[in-house]
């Protein structure tokens, strides 16, 4: 760990009650040097993918440090909550597929561990709130320097849950991807890497997969690309297939939403 301990905090808590700040709070009281990145507080509730991508395209530019991730619909269930080490970092969160995506983007899983050791963990642990009670204190103990063995025993990361892989096909004239993401602006972005966009010509075809008409789209690089009001299907920041609207928002014009299928012909 740096010599200035870091955490980052990625949830769905929003921003209209007090969750953040009390998770704010415990590290603050664990760890009083420790400086806290908030990456988002608004991931859609329970939306465990969108947490999961956010989490993964953002730690690879974030310092060394430890990573907590709370979308937790099964807060309070037999789901466990564990802390992973990887090269580039740790990872603090709920055993519900979120931190996997992450772990690779830092290098992959090194060792995990389950949060059970009480000295850990707030002396009286909600059933609803594991972001104050569980991940912040072992966030904030980690982020001190202390060892990720001492949090609970260790866990087989092949045990790990994991997300289902998005969908990905590739055809002749094209190919059809699962929807990974939508974000603030509307741009939808999909679960197909830039070497499937790179061979397609310069006009496009895109649209839910068996329905017509597709919709007519720039092969760009950026938004400007296409003309006011138009569409254009590039590679993003995250190295991935995306489709926008320069001027508006693709999601509306596609009505589409994050697990559907889109289809993107030449």
Do not use: K
Not at 26 to 49: E, K, N, Q, S
Not at 113 to 121: D, F, I, Q, S
Not at 124 to 146: E, K, Q
Not at 196 to 204: F, S, Y
């Amino acid at each position: 760990m740096s010599a200035v301990p870091w955490i980052s905090l990625t949830t769905d808590y929003g921003l209209t009650d007090g969750f953040v700040a009390a998770c704010h709070g415990v590290v603050a009281r664990v760890a009083p040097t420790a400086r806290v990145i908030d990456v988002t507080h608004l991931v859609p509730p329970g939306d465990v993918r969108r947490g999961a991508a956010v989490l993964a395209q953002t730690v690879p530019y974030l310092p060394v440090g430890v990573h907590v991730a709370v979308v937790d619909p099964g807060v309070g269930t037999a789901r466990r909550g564990v802390a992973l080490a990887a090269p580039g970092g740790l990872l603090v969160g709920p055993d519900n597929g979120l931190l996997l995506d992450a772990a690779a983007a830092l290098g992959g899983v090194t060792d995990t561990v389950e949060l059970t050791e009480p000295r850990w963990l707030a002396a009286r642990v909600s059933r609803t709130f594991h972001g104050r009670d569980v991940f912040a204190p072992v966030a904030a103990r980690l982020a001190l320097g202390a060892p990720l063995a001492e949090a609970g025993p260790p866990v087989d990361p092949a045990g790990l849950v994991r997300l289902p892989t998005p969908t990905v096909t590739r055809d002749a004239e094209g190919f059809t991807a699962e929807v990974l993401t939508v974000d603030h602006f509307g741009n939808v972005q999909l679960a197909a890497p830039a070497e499937l966009l790179d061979p397609l010509p310069a006009t496009l075809r895109v649209g839910p997969p068996g329905t017509a008409p597709a919709r007519a789209a720039v092969h760009g690089r950026t938004f400007g690309d296409a003309p006011a009001g138009g569409l254009v299907t590039y590679v993003d920041s995250a190295g991935l297939v995306a489709v926008a609207v320069n001027g508006g928002r693709a999601v509306d014009l596609l009505a589409v939403s994050a697990g559907d299928l889109l289809r993107v012909s030449g």
